[in-house]
């Protein structure tokens, strides 16, 4: 049985916060002046979600989006709000296991309207506090609707900046393991096509935020009337370029790793497959010789010692010079 969702929220009158906060007089609160509001849903139903899209006056499809499972990252702007969704990033612990993902996704959907901001959740692993104490930090009450949206996607960036941070020292760690001679076993490679698709999924939700960020801040509803924001957009989107440089570069560098392991694998298994070959050529002198001596007719020295002294220090001459020249030649 579906549980109810976690409905939280806060107002704010005159820049201060209230007490009075109900979910079922969010129209009224948006209707007055000198009010900001904020809106979270924690795993909604469907029922719940378009009740609230029909008193907001919400697109249907982006309410639709807002509960999809695998919504891409964008920002859609209407009449009356704009739409958008972002995906914030969890680096899991270091004690987790090589084998399981590094990254998880949190999708996070949000409505801008007005005078609030309706976000919504379809699990409760990201934390909404974060949010808020960022809010309180940049006195976003203040300074209306888009200084919410802007700590929220502050946030989420700096979580693609830890994700993009742990990816980087793992692919050191990798490094540090290509040429220690273990690079073939079977952990280094899963570790590395890991780490492959951890980027993969990373720079899915990371590149599309400079759009996202672009749209948003040119579709304020209160673009005059939030100027002091300004600097603070134009530094949110200089860390999503950071990002999204960052996380190109990592992929060239965990291609190239991988690439370099193969190279090495190749030169190891050429140097062995030389080692063998020279060996090979070695072994085969007493053979061929104890193989000619071995005969069932008469020859030079059959039946008797010089014979067999003979023979024997052919192999042993033999083999000595065919040790040095490989020796001389690094085949060995």
């Keep these: 049985m579906r549980t109810a969702p976690a409905i939280q929220g806060l107002v704010w009158r005159c820049g201060?916060?209230?007490?009075?906060?109900?979910?079922?007089?969010?129209?009224?609160?948006l209707s007055q002046d000198d009010t900001l509001v904020w809106v979270d849903l924690c795993d909604p139903d469907h029922d719940t979600l378009r009740g609230l899209a029909q008193e907001l006056g919400l697109n249907y499809w982006a309410v639709e989006d807002a509960v999809a499972a695998a919504e891409r990252v964008k920002a859609t702007a209407y009449a009356t709000h704009t739409f958008f969704t972002v995906y914030a990033v969890d680096v899991a612990d270091e004690t987790a296991p090589n084998t399981e993902p590094m990254l998880s996704m949190r999708p996070i959907s949000a409505f801008v309207l007005a005078r609030g901001l309706v976000t919504v959740r379809l699990t409760s692993d990201f934390d909404m506090a974060q949010v808020t104490r960022r809010w309180q930090e940049i006195g976003a009450q203040r300074y209306g609707v888009g200084a919410l949206v802007h700590g929220l996607l502050d946030v989420v960036v700096d979580s693609h900046f830890a994700a993009v941070e742990a990816l980087d020292d793992c692919i050191e760690a990798i490094e540090d393991d290509l040429f220690d001679g273990n690079a073939g076993r079977q952990d280094f490679h899963r570790r590395t096509f890991q780490m492959r698709r951890d980027l993969v999924n990373l720079r899915r939700v990371a590149l599309p935020m400079r759009e996202v960020v672009n749209s948003i801040q040119h579709h304020r509803l209160h673009a005059e009337a939030e100027r002091e924001l300004d600097p603070l957009y134009a530094d949110l989107y200089d860390h999503v370029l950071r990002v999204s440089e960052w996380t190109e570069s990592l992929r060239d560098m965990i291609t190239t790793v991988f690439e370099t392991n193969l190279s090495l694998q190749d030169a190891r298994?050429?140097?062995?497959?030389k080692k063998l070959t020279g060996w090979a050529a070695i072994i085969a002198v007493p053979t061929a010789i104890t193989g000619y001596y071995g005969q069932n007719i008469p020859y030079p020295g059959f039946g008797s010692s010089a014979g067999f002294i003979v023979s024997s220090s052919v192999i042993v001459v033999l083999m000595i010079v065919l040790y040095v020249t490989f020796r001389r030649r690094d085949w060995l």
Excluded: A, G, H
């Design 269 to 273: 298994l050429n140097t062995v497959m």
């Design 16 to 29: 201060e916060p209230q007490k009075d906060f109900e979910f079922d007089r969010i129209s009224d609160y």
